[in-house]
């Protein structure tokens, strides 16, 4: 089919859908569809190529694409007899955390004018942890020829934040030590010191400290947010993490596997009634930010002072 429609949840997700799609030996031009109106359209579908020139079109976000009723139905006529010779390839990057807005966009008035004339490859689940570790093995072996083990793609996905473009980011920096063009897997090793520059690896390193009550988790603490002050980030992972241990305590499965398998560690700091005590105390931080309780000379400080008794106080629970 000349038209594709491809929707994914990440970017780098949605860059190798579209590239697999261009045809060979013909060059693909980019359009923002924000920056796309009906008469853009017509020139670039509508108008008969005398030589019969192989093309290729991306439009890229093309929920924003707006038509008037005419214009719809002009662009409509131009898709139902679109010539062989033009690829029509339309991408839509959905990001939206809740499920309600994700099926909104995905099934957007524009997305489904194009997709009737052509294909519609729904990619959104692929970012979903429980596939994301097993697309980045394929991607990687297919783009930089690196042999990724299962657990390596886990904690790569998971030290990039659930990020696939920040770990397609990471495995760029390890193909750079590829001694040649052959396949080749890397130790953990080489991988744990490409990941230790990535800020992301800082952010968890800071962040499983700061939970397993380390010695070092006040400088950590310190020097993160020194640089980053993503406070609420910090407090929903640190939440995230906290009632996962809690269900892990009842019996109830924790997703993804590769997840439960790193909590493992913390159970035993808390055992008993530390565990809630803790999620207690996470929850009075969290409030204690939204309503403003607490004080400094300015948001920065007072944000920094209240990590800082959140520290000391998830310390002193795993000293009890």
Known sequence: MPVTVIAAADQLVLDDAIASRIPEDVPCRTFHCTDLDAEAVFSHLGTPDLFA???????????SLKLRKAEAEGVERVLKSLPGNITLLCSELIEEEFASKRKQKLNSAEARRFSRHGDFIDLLAVSEPRNAPGWLQDWAKRRHGIDLGQGQAEKLYHTCGG??????????KLALLKPGEDEIRFTDKTLDAVLSSSPETRFYDMLDGLLAGAPHALRQLREWYSTDQGTFR??????RRLLSLMALREGRPVQPPYFARQLKPLERRYAGDRLDRAICACAALEHGLKSGAYCGENTEKAELAALELFQAELSSIQRC
């Open 53 to 63: 020139e192989n093309l290729c079109f991306h439009y890229s976000g093309i929920g």
């Open 163 to 172: 990020s696939i473009t920040l770990a397609g980011g990471e495995l760029g």
């Open 234 to 239: 910090l407090v929903a992972e640190a939440s």
